[in-house]
């Protein structure tokens, strides 16, 4: 009959539920997904439709099987966008201009719908994440300061409810992790610059906590602007640091 009604397998719902709990975040890579038994209650679903669910996200590449027991969240949806970049960023150094230039336009958005969208929640993760850049920015780990970087970066990203700037966002920051890394280490020498950066952070933060879009906008674009003008300051130094060493080993290779 060509106006059958086609009823949807279970499996297939299943399946949709946990992809929209990965698109929005709630599950995120890494993540391990519950017990089999305590999923299936909570989603209120039969163990062999669930197993099938789990089946479908997993040819897709959403979720994977480890050694040990226990299925993961992948990064497919990040990684998809940023492998191929990353070997192009090696390759062509001055592209990093061009990921600043549209971080920029997508971390202002993204600042000004979170002052419009962030609900509790979000703003206790914001907070959270903000008081561990603050105290990041007292170490002397390079790593855990850019983490941290990311993490509040991300999480203004996530209380925008876009699902593309979610996802672009953690794609670009953990693409651009590296530059970051080496911008925030050069910087921790240079008092004014570290006290502006946590300046700039704390704007974009109370921003959002008091829903102010365009106050949100204008710091996020702020602190982008600074952060491409102290990487471009950053590299020109590494690159001279660079050409002085190998003088000095070219001068006593001679001598």
Known sequence: MPNKVQVPRISDAIAATLERRI????????????????????????????????????????????????TYVTD???TSFSDPWQDMMVKHPNLREDMLEFRRMLEGQAAEWAAERATAADLQLLE???????????????????EADIAFHQAIGDAAHNVLIGHLSSALLHL?????????????????????????????????????PQAARSAAETH?????ETLA????????????ERRLSTDFSTS
């Open 76 to 78: 497919v949806l990040d």
């Open 23 to 70: 698109l929005e975040g709630s599950l995120k890579p890494g993540d391990r997904l519950p017990p089999e038994r305590e999923l299936a209650v909570d989603l209120g679903v039969s163990r062999p439709s669930l197993r099938e669910a789990i089946q479908k996200l997993a040819s897709k590449g959403m979720v994977t099987s480890r050694q040990g027991g226990g």
């Open 224 to 228: 982008i602007d600074f952060v491409r």
């Open 128 to 146: 959270q994440t903000f008081a561990a850049l603050m105290d990041a920015f007292e170490s002397d780990d390079a790593n855990k300061r850019s």
């Open 176 to 212: 651009m992790h590296d530059n970051i890394r080496l911008n925030l280490g050069e910087l921790k020498a240079v008092p004014a610059a570290s006290r502006l950066l946590k300046a700039q952070h704390e704007a974009i933060y109370k921003a959002v906590r008091e829903s102010k």
């Open 233 to 244: 300051q950053t590299l020109r130094s590494v690159a001279r640091r660079e050409t002085a």
